[in-house]
Every structure is written in C-alpha cells, then in structure tokens.
C-alpha cells in the first residue's frame, strides 16, 4: 500500500513504519494520523511480521502536532474543540500501537516532541541516538500533556521526573532519558538505525504471542493488587501451554537444539 506521510516495508520478519515528512521534522498531520493506524494494521494482517520497528526520516523523529495545519483549520475557533482530534485520532492511534499482538520498537533520532514524544514512548522498547531528545512541549503553549503521556511517563520515570519535565517543558536528552527509565537505550547516532533494526528482528524471532502478553501483564500490574496480577500471570500461562511455539520450545529442549519460534 503507498502512503502520503509514511514509508513502510518488511524484513527479517519486521514490519518497518518510516514517519517521512522530513522537512516538516515528521509534524503529525492529520494525513499521517489517518495513515499510522492502517500500517499498523497491514502490519498485523501480513504474515510474515512478527514485530514493529518504529523510525522516521529525517533530523527529528516528531516534532508533534502540525500546528501549522491546525491553526489553518480553525483551532481558534469557539466551536473547534482541541479534544476532539485526541478522541478520533491520536488516542485511537495510541491504544491500538500499545494493544498490537506483536512487540514494537521505535528507534528516535533528533527531537521528539509533545505528541511526537508520546507516539516514541508508546512502544514497548525505545532506542534513541545520542543526539535524540524528548520534550513534554505542552506548557509552552497552554496546554496539559495529551497522547497518553500523563499514563506513559509517570509510570516509566516515576511522578516526581514525569511531573517536572511536563511543568518546566525541558528537553531531556538522550542519556538522561535512559537514567531515567524513560528509553530502553542509548548509543552513537552512527549506530541507531542497525541496532534498532537488530533489536526488532531478534523479538521478531521470540514467541510473539508471549511477548504481547507479556506486556499486557505488565500494564494490567500498574493498577492491579499482587493477588490479582498473580491470578492472571496462571491464566496467561495456562494460554501459553497451548501455543506452537510452546511445543516447540519443549521439543527443542528435550532434542538438545535451539528453538524455532513462529509466532503461533
């Protein structure tokens, strides 16, 4: 499928999202908003992705919402209500990139900003270079973190960190970022695209539906008691035991040999 703000492709059984709106440093219009779901959808559909890698072009990863074109569709205007393209667009896009039965992994270059910061922290592991940079942008313009950051980032860095960089609009850099919990990891700008790309495909190449459950246990533990989250790591199980790539991990083991994960 061709989009208009987005490049997309599969290989080592990663399906790649490439944002490519470069001279607008990846700002998210509302073209791009319609689009990253149906990638993320194809991703799901083809066969032969078992994993998402989240990237984009150009010297910022998203700069967040494309202002400019807001503004020329009458953001001002009394009866344009600024929630309403979080509920049709980016709060869909969120749920649906954090319930994907696949893991995903964004790989963030440059800045990115206000909902582009959200949409980066979203996955479930962020590689970042070292000229990467987060900002929780939203004070600077009068407005409360939106696209799921006030649930993502407390729970990744903590109240105190989370709540500071959205008051003061700070930008944090690449390496107190990873201090903080917020990324997975940090290495040399040169190093970004392959080890992002080798960190997808190596998930691509583990029991897939583990993973997805995997994270969905851990979300559900944020607001669970210990009791309840135990309740439900036996039920995930008791739906692992049934999986191929269960068998295939038992016969792997009893045959002495690596195992060979499909994804089933």
Known sequence: MQYETLDTTVRDGVAVITLNRPDQLNALNQAMLRELPQALDAAEADDNARAVLLRANGRAFSSGADLKEGVGSGMTRGDFKLGDPLRVHYNPLIEKLRGLD???VSAVQGLAAGAGCSLALAVDMVVAGRAGAF??????????????????????????????????GEVIDAERAERWG????VVDDAQLEDTAMSLAASLAARPTQALAWTRQLVDAGAGDSLAGQMAGEAD?????????????????????????????
């Open 135 to 168: 900002q929780m942008i939203f004070s600077s313009i009068g407005l409360v973190p939106d696209a799921g950051a006030t649930y993502l980032l407390p729970r990744l860095a903590g109240r105190a960190k989370a709540l500071g960089a959205m008051l003061t």
């Open 236 to 264: 995930y199980q008791d739906a692992c035991q049934h999986t191929e790539d269960f068998a295939e991990a038992i016969n792997a083991f009893m045959e002495k040999r690596p195992p060979t994960f499909r994804g089933r």
């Open 102 to 104: 696949m893991p995903v």
């Open 182 to 185: 917020l990324i997975w990891q």
